[in-house]
C-alpha cells in the first residue's frame, strides 16, 4: 500500500495548488481528485543504461513486456463480427478478432504450418488463411483446412487450434497478456480503474490517431509526457492559461500514476497579467480566437456569479462556457460537471507504455511502442470523442502515420495547428535528449524530487519487473 501523507508545501511551487483550486470549485469533484498519494522515493541519479542500453531493453523483453497488460485497440476498431485487428510490439504479433457473441479473442499472429504471418493488416475476415500455403482457421481458432490434407496425417488428432494470449474488455480497451496468472486488469490496475467510470468511454470513439517514429527510446519519449513543468522552456505559449508548476503527481500502486495540471489559469511563471489575458490565451490556442468556440466567453455576460477579483474567474469562465457549448454540441447535461472535469489535463499513466486521459470531453490516449535498437519507439496519438447523445458510436478512423522526415505539423489537419505545434517542440528535444544521455560522462541522470516523481516510480516498477519481483506469478 501506498503511505498517503500531506505534501509539504516545501515540495511544492509556492502558488496555489490544483488540490486548493478543487476546493474552490464552482461544482463538487469527484473524490478521487482530491486523494493525493505519494511515497518516499530516492533522490539518487538514474543510469541510462535503462534507455541506451541492448541488455536492459533484452530483459524488458524478457521479463516485463509478456507479463503485464497492454493497450492493444479500441473496441470501436472492430465493432463487427468477423472484425480483425493486427496488433505488434517487440516480436510479437497478435491477430484481434472480433467473435460472433460480440467477444474478442487475440491469436499468435503466425500460421503453424511455416509461421508466416496470417495478416499483416486488419480488416474484415471470413476465416483466418494464410497467404503462403493457405492454412485456413475459423474465426474461432480451430482449424478449418489444411490443403494436401494427405500430406500431414501425422496431423490427424492433434490440437490445432490458434494459440491464445489473454483478453480483457475495459472501458472500451481491448486489453492483452500472455500471463494467464496475473489478476483481471482491472484488479491489476487497481483503484484507478473505477476513475473512467463517470466518462462513459465505452461509448467513445477514436476520431483522430497519428502515429510517428521518434528516434529516442520509448521511456525517454514517455516520461517526456509525465511532468508539466518542461512547459515553461519548451512549450511557453501554454504559460498564459496553463498552471504547470501548480500541477499536482500522485503514485498508486505499482501500475499506476498520474499528473493533473489545471487549465484556465495564469501559470505561476507569468506576473503582471490579468483574468482576461488568460481567457484570450486559451482562446487563442483552442480555436485561434473564433468568437464561436465551445471555450470562449463573453466578459459581457458575466454577472454576480463571477466576483471580478476572484483569481479563478477565467478558469470558472471557461468551464461554464463549456458546459454550455458542449451540452449543445453533444446534447449531454454537463450542469452538474465540475470545473475541473472539463478543462484540465489528466495525464493518466497505466504502466507500461499506456496513457488515457479522464474527463467528460474530448481526452487524448497515448500509446509508446519500442523500436527494434533502444534508440528509437513509435508514439501514437488519438483523440477519443463522446458519441453525441442518440446516435450510434462511430467506427474508428484509420491510423495516419507520419513519415520519418515529416513533423506533427504535416498532420495538422487531423491533429489541429494548436496541438501539433506542441507535439513538435516535444519532439525538437527527444532525439537530442536520447543522444545526450549517450555523451554523459557518468553516465546518469537527476530527477526533480517532486515534479518529476512519476519517473521515478515508473522505473521503480519497471525495476521489479526485471528482478522478477513483479508478476506474483510467472507466466504460462
Avoid at 13 to 28: K, N
Avoid at 154 to 161: A, P
Avoid at 178 to 183: A, R, V
Avoid at 315 to 337: I, P
Amino acid at each position: 500500500m501506498n503511505e498517503i501523507r500531506p505534501i509539504e508545501p516545501a515540495d511544492r511551487c509556492p502558488a496555489m495548488s490544483y488540490t486548493e483550486m478543487l476546493e474552490r470549485d464552482t461544482r463538487r469533484p469527484p473524490d478521487y481528485l482530491f486523494e493525493e498519494s505519494q511515497r518516499p522515493m530516492s533522490t539518487a541519479p538514474l543510469p541510462v543504461d535503462a534507455y541506451v542500453s541492448e541488455a536492459f531493453a533484452r530483459l524488458e523483453r524478457e521479463r516485463m513486456w509478456p507479463n503485464v497488460w497492454l493497450f492493444a485497440a479500441r473496441e470501436e476498431e472492430m465493432p463487427d463480427p468477423g472484425d480483425t485487428v493486427v496488433f505488434e510490439i517487440n516480436d510479437r504479433s497478435f491477430l484481434l478478432v472480433r467473435q460472433e457473441d460480440g467477444s474478442i479473442r487475440a491469436f499468435y499472429n503466425a500460421c503453424l504450418h511455416r509461421g508466416r504471418k496470417l495478416r499483416t493488416k486488419g480488416g474484415p475476415a471470413v476465416n483466418l488463411r494464410c497467404p503462403f500455403h493457405g492454412f485456413t482457421w475459423n474465426n474461432d481458432g480451430t482449424l478449418k483446412e489444411i490443403p494436401c490434407a494427405w500430406d500431414f496425417r501425422h496431423l490427424e488428432g492433434k490440437d490445432m487450434r490458434l494459440p491464445e494470449a489473454r483478453v480483457n474488455l475495459w472501458q472500451g480497451f481491448v486489453m492483452i497478456t500472455e500471463n494467464w496468472q496475473i489478476p483481471d486488469f482491472a484488479e491489476w490496475l487497481g483503484p484507478a480503474a473505477r476513475h473512467y467510470e463517470r466518462y462513459d468511454f465505452p461509448n467513445r470513439y477514436t476520431g483522430m490517431w497519428v502515429a510517428k517514429r521518434i528516434a529516442a527510446n520509448w521511456k525517454a519519449t514517455a516520461e517526456a509526457f509525465m511532468e508539466a513543468w518542461h512547459s515553461i522552456t519548451t512549450h511557453p505559449q501554454l504559460l498564459g492559461f496553463l498552471g504547470d508548476a501548480n500541477s499536482r503527481y500522485d503514485l498508486i500502486g505499482d501500475h499506476f500514476n498520474r499528473a493533473i495540471t489545471p487549465s484556465g489559469v495564469l501559470s505561476p511563471h507569468l506576473k503582471g497579467k490579468d483574468q482576461l489575458y488568460v481567457l484570450e490565451k486559451m482562446a487563442e490556442f483552442s480555436s485561434g480566437g473564433d468568437a464561436n468556440s465551445t471555450r470562449r466567453f463573453n466578459p459581457a455576460e458575466m454577472d454576480d456569479r463571477f466576483p471580478p477579483d476572484d483569481p479563478l474567474l477565467a478558469r470558472k469562465l471557461l468551464a461554464e462556457a463549456s458546459r454550455r457549448g458542449f451540452t449543445e454540441q453533444l446534447g449531454y447535461d454537463y450542469s452538474e460537471a465540475s470545473d475541473t472535469e472539463l478543462l484540465d489535463n489528466f495525464t493518466y499513466n497505466i504502466f507500461p507504455n499506456f496513457s488515457p486521459w479522464i474527463g467528460f470531453l474530448p481526452t487524448l490516449c497515448y500509446r509508446w511502442l519500442p523500436g527494434d535498437t533502444p534508440d528509437w519507439c513509435t508514439m501514437e496519438i488519438r483523440m477519443l470523442y463522446p458519441t453525441p447523445k442518440g446516435q450510434p458510436r462511430p467506427r474508428s478512423v484509420e491510423k495516419t502515420v507520419i513519415p520519418d522526415d515529416q513533423p506533427f505539423s504535416w498532420a495538422a489537419d487531423k491533429m489541429g495547428v494548436a496541438l501539433a505545434n506542441v507535439f513538435d517542440q516535444d519532439l525538437a528535444n527527444l532525439p537530442h535528449v536520447q543522444t545526450g544521455m549517450k555523451a554523459l560522462r557518468d553516465g546518469r541522470i537527476e530527477l526533480g524530487a517532486y515534479q518529476e516523481s512519476r519517473i521515478r516510480h515508473f522505473h521503480e516498477t519497471l525495476q521489479k519487473y526485471l528482478n522478477g519481483e513483479l508478476p506474483a506469478s510467472a507466466s504460462r
